[in-house]
């Protein structure tokens, strides 16, 4: 029986990850990461104000709701790291090496500077709560609180910006989603290289791209007419 089963386990293995690195598999986590960044932000959005040099009153009145979506973003960097490592297994032969290092090392980037923008944050909310009196007085909040705007506007979410330009790239020479969608990808790039430092909502602009793409990969994988679909099938 013993062995029985373990030659069971050992035929299940690479069915399973053949099944984690379908198209399929990369639409979920695109759209997973999507949704959690969206609904994030909208929270964040919501409780702190735009302003970098604003005085931390949200701090007092919505320290918990901005906690709850901090505690989101590593789930949706998770869920993006699967995104990017399905699309770049299922180009296989097909990828550049130079469009690899770039559309990679952008999203690793993108995706670090996220974390550590939520880290300050929630850094500000420890020490605030520890001692309220002195965040008020000294300037440590003012530090912290310009860092982490700096961080995602100015750094992160450029970072998005390329990644969505080398993904367009790439989504052109491979045709993994339609032309259209590709050159929407360029425009938003550029708008969000020109405006993240200046308009707060334009940061909604990544996400909603990446869903749009993921989205377009999950219907075209479940009609089977799709590059990403054909090269499944001929595995």
């Not at 990369?26 to 409780?47: C, D, E, K, P, Q």
């Not at 952008?106 to 974390?115: A, E, I, N, P, T």
């Not at 990544?206 to 001929?234: H, K, Q």
Request: net charge positive.
């Amino acid at each position: 029986m013993d062995a029985d089963s373990n030659v069971a386990d050992g035929s299940r293995a690479p069915l399973i990850r053949a099944r984690l690195k379908t198209p399929r598999a990369a639409a979920i986590a695109g759209i997973l990461f999507s949704v959690l960044l969206i609904y994030s932000l909208w929270l964040l959005r919501l409780s702190i104000p735009a302003d970098p040099l604003e005085t931390g009153a949200w701090l007092e009145t919505s320290a918990k709701r901005v906690s709850f979506a901090l505690n989101l973003v590593p789930i949706a960097g998770i869920a993006f790291m699967w995104f990017i490592g399905v699309l770049r297994d299922r180009l296989g032969r097909q990828e550049d090496q130079f469009f690899a290092t770039v559309f990679l090392g952008s999203g690793l980037l993108c995706l670090g500077m996220l974390f550590v923008a939520a880290a300050a944050t929630g850094g500000l909310i420890r020490a605030y709560s520890g001692q309220q009196k002195a965040m008020f007085d000294g300037a440590t909040f003012a530090f912290g609180r310009a860092f982490t705007f700096d961080i995602m506007h100015i750094y992160a979410f450029k970072m998005a910006a390329v990644f969505m330009m080398i993904g367009s790239t790439l989504a052109l020479r491979t045709r993994i989603t339609a032309r259209w969608i590709a050159l929407l990808g360029y425009a938003s790039a550029a708008f969000l290289l020109l405006g993240s430092g200046y308009f707060d909502w334009v940061l909604f602009v990544f996400p909603a791209w990446v869903l749009l793409v993921s989205c377009y990969i999950l219907i075209d994988n479940f009609r089977g007419t799709s590059p990403m679909a054909l090269r499944e099938d001929e595995r």
